[in-house]
């Protein structure tokens, strides 16, 4: 019996410790989180989106690079946007809140995409892989502009079709890189699929001004 005993308070230190590993974790992830938002939050109760000063904006892109780069920026902190996220828009009342916090999932997406570049091979420049990733690096607001200028049903060079092929690509060597299910995949995924979405809406309003 008292060997059980020992056994059970053993276990229940154990769980303790996880319990309580897990809380520190949920608690760096929020003031990581918290760090990122500063340049944007001001100390007034409601959040102005976009914010009043656009170089709050390059600090705030400047706080996720570094904390990207510290390896700070990982499934916990996903998972604690993902939350934050959610709780703003069941309270339906927080819109600025809902854009700051997808303005920072698009911006860690943006620069774990940018990490690797399919542009070169060998000699030779992939045109497509090079629009691609010019428009992976662009803020999402200069997405139109970028599509507008880039493809050739446009002023650009390259054909929808290849830009479309380039995006799948893209997409299939993420799945294949991150662990399937997770938080980063997600993210990464959905960040491919705007700029998907996005090309086929430009696409169709271009189509439509040549027929």
């Known amino acids: 019996m008292k060997d059980y005993e020992e056994l059970a308070i053993s276990v229940m230190s154990i769980v303790d410790r996880l319990v309580h590993k897990t809380n520190e974790k949920i608690d760096s992830a929020t ?10 939050v001001d100390d007034v109760v409601e959040i102005q989106w976009p914010p009043r000063d656009p170089e709050s904006l390059k600090l705030m892109e400047k706080e996720i690079i570094e904390r990207e780069q510290e390896g700070l920026l990982d499934e916990g902190f996903l ?8 709780q703003a828009k069941e309270d339906g009342d927080k819109p600025g809140l809902e854009a700051m916090l997808q ?3 698009q911006l860690y997406a943006s620069k774990v995409l940018s990490k690797r570049s399919y542009a070169k091979k060998g000699d030779e420049i992939l045109k497509a892989e090079e629009f691609l990733e010019t ?30 092929a380039v995006i799948k690509k893209r997409i299939e060597r993420t799945l ?11 993210v ?12 086929e809406q430009i696409v169709q309003v271009l189509e439509g001004k040549t027929q």
């Open 103 to 105: 303005k920072v999932l």
């Open 188 to 199: 990464l995924s959905e960040y491919l699929n705007g700029i998907q979405s996005r090309a």
């Open 31 to 40: 003031d990581v989180l918290k760090g990122i938002l500063k340049p944007v």
């Open 135 to 164: 428009i992976i690096k662009a803020p999402e607001e200069e997405w139109n502009k970028l599509l507008l200028n880039g493809l050739s049903i446009g002023k650009g060079e390259t054909p929808p079709q290849e830009l479309f």
């Open 79 to 86: 998972s604690e946007i993902n939350a934050q996220l959610r």
């Open 176 to 186: 294949i890189r991150t662990e399937g299910g997770s938080y980063q995949q997600r």
